[in-house]
């Protein structure tokens, strides 16, 4: 089933182009992500997507309702983890709830609900400062789970962080997704980590930019275990990287 | 542990040392006889004024705080609508910040008399004084401080869907609390010192009174009693800011160990 789709949309800046008829879909359950090189309008689209900007023309649909330049309606992480430093992590995850207008302690506890699921037990009265750059991603996921459980725009989620957190938060995301039911569109320029995360990439390329490529990863018995030393890995990566 | 002792002997008792030799010094050179009492009387002598006019400068000082409170809390409330007005209308912000400079521009000691004559000699001209002295600092340094604000953060706020006054609850206004306090400080020891000066031109209360009283009488050792008296109070003030700041702000004070 169909949860996003993103019809015919292009949007100029000062009369230049910036994205070029965009169309794409993201189904239920699905990782789906969006690789290019920088400057090819990634973050405009989602910008787009999450309703911040106005397209110049086509439109959003969220299950089939037209949600173009309605904020609130999908959940968006932007690059930097952006929590709040004067609020404490668990302040800052029920803040979608809050601002939904759910009052202060009831948002509270429908966050604590998920900090074990999120391996954030006993940050609650943290601030932000005082946890590591993993953990402090960790609950900048937490908080965009909180706004919707629909639909998730990550904009490179995990590039601030070092190779080693990297493959820890992979594994440690894939597990979540697995628990959680969450339909992600996901930006990353890692070539790498497109591959072993998604089920579907959509190659976006060129100034104005146009989704040149949809390439669907299918791993040998489905599983992303040590997938990225298999031949099969190496393969999408020479195909993805001839067409970039 | 150590070095926390080193930190404390630099922060309290270097400072506090310094004072001691001042105090010293002052006080030998009164003894020695090297400037006539009158003109300059000894640190001793202004404690001896200090406690036997002590119940009548506590009378004077409570005027004076008095008028301090109430002009901060308005001055502070007018700089506060003010700075959220100018904020979320543009037009006003381009229209009334040149206006807000220029009324720093215009010296205290040259409105006050005319506050004076308009307003009569008891407590109005004072807070009044105090109010346009105070607003200054919190409107300007809280318009700072909302611009401060992670156009990021806003952007992630905005993208769930927050209202305009969401957004300056969940954002503005706490990015905008470190400027606040620090024009606070400011505000405060400038809200002693306008008290002060008001009553100066005219009143009936307060340590300013007193302290042209006892200039007429050429009572310098009283005088400097309220010198000090008035040092200290803005002293005081200061120091409850800066509670009142780690109270409010917690982040900003926790110890950053990174133990997850």
């Not at chain 1, 697995?178 to 790498?192: A, N, Q, V």
Request: glycine residues 6%.
């Amino acid at each position: 089933m169909t949860k996003l789709e993103v019809r015919h949309v292009t949007f100029a800046y000062e009369n230049t182009n910036i994205i070029e008829d965009i169309s794409l879909k993201l189904n239920e359950n699905e990782l789906v992500c969006l690789l290019g090189v920088s400057g090819s309008g990634k973050t405009t689209l989602f910008n787009v997507i999450s309703g911040l900007q106005k397209p110049d023309s086509g439109s959003v649909l969220l299950n089939g309702n037209d949600i173009t330049e309605k904020p609130g309606n999908v959940s968006y992480m932007l690059q930097k983890d952006l929590l709040l430093p004067y609020r404490t992590i668990e302040d800052n995850v029920a803040l979608p709830l809050i601002i939904k207008g759910v009052k202060k302690r009831e948002a509270r506890e429908k966050a604590s609900e998920h900090f074990a699921d999120f391996g954030l037990e006993g940050t609650q009265k943290r601030f932000p400062s005082e946890l590591s750059g993993g953990m402090r991603q960790r609950a900048a996921l937490l908080r965009t789970y909180m706004f919707s459980g629909e639909v998730a725009l990550l904009d490179e989620p995990f590039s601030a962080l070092d190779a080693l957190t990297k493959h820890d938060i992979h594994s440690w995301y894939l597990d979540v997704m697995s628990r959680i039911k969450l339909s992600t569109l996901f930006i990353t320029h890692d070539i790498d980590e497109a591959i072993l995360l998604s089920d579907r990439i959509y190659l976006l390329n060129g100034k104005p930019g146009r989704i040149t490529d949809e390439i669907i990863i299918e791993r040998p018995g489905g599983s992303r275990e040590n997938f990225n030393l298999t031949g099969e890995f190496l393969e999408y990566k020479r195909k993805i990287l001839s067409k970039l | 542990m150590k070095k926390k002792l080193q930190s404390t002997i630099s922060k309290l008792a270097l400072p506090a040392g310094a004072v001691v030799a001042a105090l010293v010094i002052w006080q030998l050179v009164c003894s020695a006889g090297l400037v006539p009492s009158f003109l300059l009387p000894s640190p001793i002598d202004v404690g001896k004024a200090f406690v036997t006019d002590f119940s009548l400068l506590f009378s004077h000082s409570c005027v004076t705080l008095l008028e301090t409170f109430i002009g901060l809390v308005l001055g502070i409330a007018l700089g506060f609508v003010l700075a959220l007005l100018m904020d979320r209308f543009r037009l006003l912000y381009k229209m009334l910040y040149p206006l807000i400079v220029i009324t720093q521009t215009v010296p205290t000691v040259a409105i006050a008399p005319l506050l004076v004559l308009w307003f009569g000699y008891e407590m109005v001209p004072k807070v009044i004084l105090i109010v346009i002295i105070v607003f200054f600092p919190i409107a300007v340094n809280l318009l700072d401080g909302y611009r401060s604000a992670d156009n990021d953060t806003i952007n992630l706020l905005r993208s769930m869907g927050a209202s305009k006054t969401q957004i300056l609850r969940y954002v503005k206004l706490p990015s905008a609390l470190g400027h606040f306090f620090a024009g606070l400080k400011i505000a405060v020891s400038y809200a002693v010192v306008g008290a002060v000066i008001s009553e100066w031109l005219g009143g009936f209360k307060g340590l300013g009174v007193y302290m042209t009283r006892v200039k007429k009488a050429y009572s310098f050792d009283k005088m400097f009693a309220v010198i000090f008296l008035i040092s200290a109070l803005s002293l005081i003030l200061m120091w409850l800011v800066k509670i009142l700041e780690k109270k409010f702000m917690p982040w900003k004070y926790r110890n950053n160990q990174k133990s997850i």
